[in-house]
């Protein structure tokens, strides 16, 4: 038995750890190169199949060594192997997305120990290209890879132009870092050679395999019964595609094959189905194609929780799209709300309900400086204070001109806000809050509320920045709420201060990563405060409440829905966990505060409309919710605002608002 490792390389060298917030809105760790390392060699994929001693390759030391376990195959075995997978893994087909280091590697794996590697190395160039910055990359980085038409010359990999790496870094939250570092990654990936012209060229032959024509989908190849086995493990649904370089049909079928991949692993069979291609004169294909019976090409194999549950011969288009779809149905059952006709459900808009007014900044200013000016001194005051009137009233001002509304100045593109400012300022925040009440905090945090709504800050605060001001501000409304008082003055600074803080939350989702961050890492505190404000005795309290509840329902709403029908081309997918202990308190307190509201029908529509995306497409309504909906008398409360004094003297008057409350009651809480 021989020892196989796995040898990890971050070709960034630590800096998409350091920038991958700042430029795709997303945490990317690294960029990950990988090598297998067995029998005294290190084996990977670039230039051809290349082989050299042990952490000796041009890559340098590797940051990561995972042990991937035993072998029993010999080295003379696994050499053969190797040079049948010459003719497969050749310079011309690398494509640093589709077709990589780590598909190599993960193949080589498959055949030496029956594993694979790690999901967050095989995952990166999904996840990277998920992103608006990715999207935009996409065309770039494919051009630079393109594959050479049949019987053509194999053509080196070309420099992308100034121009075309500007145009995708635009895409990013910070455009300039962007276009800073695509330009330093593109010069020093060429001038070091790892994407450089191959050194030697295979002969140009029509019959030579191809890894994968074109770079359309995500395709698992297998050259070997292991990697097959693998995938069938850990995929619910797999289709399986047997192939060969002479067969003429397999080349006419191949372009459905892959569109049908990229347009399934998509939505709802999202990280659950497979497609993959098996062909059958490199490596192991015979032996897998003996496996499973498969004696001709192109044969179309159905797998349903690792069994074959079917089997298509031929180029036959029309039934290997139904076969798929199929195949889904089975695997992927369709929730039984596709079925409702909700018109007034789906007619609601899932963008967020923001609070954009831009204050008077001289004004909040004056009004936090008198705050602190009247606590007791202290130099870490002053300097708060210092950085309050020179760095951070005069960039808002910038960004939020006095004249016009936060959503028109939003239009014009940002500018670069530095994380080190950013970091300041949370710095001062973070004495401010020590140093003065709750009840004087509301002009601090409308500072706030104002630059959450920039894609630069937001991001910033999507991370793990420390102090973290929205945390700070959660921790001290908690205390607003568990303290009781009966001094005028303090009670309605508590209100002003719980009142902003859950519009600052509220305009947090006009971002989809730092949604994402309030219903994760912040979830306990925002549900904390939102179920106490939801049934404040205040009107405007319990307003902006609501308009929080129906923002963070509508972004798991629109995660629900990208996972039933995928994300929409270069938007960044949602991807918000589904908590069935959160969305079970979450609906009964809508529920209790829809029955205790009877004075504004604004206040009924918010909420009623998070109710409805509670309630839509979840996958806990028939094991949780339909039986909490009967015990809490929920059509019953609903129909109750339709009624006289259900809400104002008359019930709820406008008519969409009427037709929303009828639908959720009568449809999702029936």
């Known amino acids: 038995m021989s020892k196989v490792q796995l040898y990890v390389y971050d070709l960034s060298n630590g800096l998409a750890k350091q920038l991958s917030r700042q430029l795709t809105g997303r945490q990317i760790d690294g960029i990950w190169h990988t ?7 290190e084996i990977f994929y670039g230039q051809g199949i290349d082989i050299t001693k042990p952490g000796m390759s041009h890559h340098g030391k590797p940051l990561q060594i995972i042990d991937m376990g035993e072998t029993a195959i010999d080295e003379l075995t696994f050499n053969e192997y190797l040079e049948e997978m010459r003719q497969h893994y050749t310079a011309d087909k690398y494509h ?44 770039t980085i494919d051009a630079m890879f393109r594959r050479p038409a049949p019987g053509a010359a194999p053509a080196a990999p070309q420099l992308p132009s100034s ?106 069979g999202s990280g659950r189905v ?33 069994k074959k549950i079917e089997e298509l011969k031929g180029a036959n288009g029309p039934e290997l799209r139904s076969q ?30 923001l609070f954009q007014q831009v204050p008077a900044l001289e004004t909040v200013s004056t009004k936090l400086v008198s705050f602190i000016d009247a606590a007791p001194p202290s130099p870490e005051l002053q300097a708060a204070k210092q950085a309050l009137t020179a760095a951070i009233i005069p960039l808002l001002k910038t960004r939020f001109p006095p004249k016009g509304s936060a959503e028109e100045a939003l239009k014009k593109p940002a500018f670069p806000t530095p994380a080190p400012l950013l970091a300041s300022w949370a710095s001062t925040t973070s004495r401010i809050a020590n140093a003065l009440p709750p009840s004087q905090l509301f002009p601090l945090v409308d500072l706030w509320r104002l630059a959450v709504l920039d894609d630069g800050v937001a991001n ?81 309290v319990r307003t902006a409440a609501a308009s929080l509840a129906f923002d963070a329902a509508a972004l798991l709403q629109k995660s629900r829905v990208e996972r039933l029908r995928g994300a929409p081309p270069g938007a960044v997918p949602v991807e918000v966990a589904e908590d069935e202990e959160w969305e079970v308190e979450m609906v009964s307190v809508v529920l209790e505060a829809l029955a205790n509201e009877t004075q504004s029908e604004d206040v009924v529509h918010r909420l ?55 639908e959720v009651a009568d449809k999702l809480c029936a």
């Open 35 to 41: 090598s297998v390392v067995v029998f005294g060699k």
């Open 96 to 139: 640093l997305l589709d077709f990589n280091c780590n598909s190599f590697t993960n193949d080589c794996i498959g055949f030496l120990t029956g594993g694979s590697i790690p999901a967050w190395i095989k995952d990166l160039p999904s996840d990277f290209l998920s992103t608006p910055f990715g999207a935009a990359l996409r065309p």
């Open 163 to 268: 121009d075309s790496l500007n145009a995708a870094a635009s895409a990013s939250p910070n455009p300039a870092l962007a276009s800073a570092l695509l330009q330093a990654v593109a010069s020093q990936a060429y001038s070091t050679g790892s994407l450089s012209a191959p050194t030697s060229m295979p002969p140009v032959n029509s019959n030579s395999t191809s890894g994968s024509s074109t770079v359309a989908g995500p395709i698992h190849i297998c050259t070997n019964p292991s990697t097959l086995h693998s995938l069938l493990q850990s995929h619910r649904a797999a289709v399986v595609f047997f192939t060969s370089a002479t067969c003429g049909p397999c080349r006419m079928i191949e372009p459905l094959f892959e569109d049908l991949a990229h347009q399934k692993t998509h939505g709802s």
């Open 274 to 306: 497979a497609f993959v291609k098996v062909d059958m004169g490199v490596g192991m294909g015979n032996q897998v194609a003996g496996e499973w019976g498969v004696r001709v090409t192109p044969t179309f194999l159905f797998f349903l929780d690792g």
């Open 324 to 353: 798929v779809d199929l195949l889904l149905f089975q695997a992927f059952p369709p929730h039984p709300h596709t079925k409702l006709s909700l018109p007034a459900v789906e007619g609601l808009s899932t963008n967020p309900i």
């Open 460 to 540: 910033w605060l999507a991370g793990t920045p420390n102090p973290d001001p929205l945390q700070l501000f959660l921790d001290k409304a908690i205390s607003v709420l568990d303290t009781a008082t009966a001094d005028p003055a303090q009670k309605s600074g508590a209100r002003n201060y719980l009142l902003t803080v859950l519009r600052t939350l509220a305009n947090g989702f006009a971002h989809a990563a730092l949604g994402k961050t309030l219903l994760t890492a912040k979830r306990a505190g925002l549900t904390r405060v939102l179920v106490a404000a939801l049934l404040h005795e205040d009107a405007a």
């Open 608 to 662: 009623t409309a998070a109710l409805a995306f509670l309630l839509r497409l979840s996958p806990f309504y028939e094991t949780q919710l339909r039986g909490l909906l009967e015990v809490l008398q929920s059509r019953e409360t609903l129909k109750s605002k339709l009624a006289k004094g259900g809400c104002g003297e008359e019930g709820v008057q406008k008519l969409e608002v009427r037709k929303l409350v009828e």
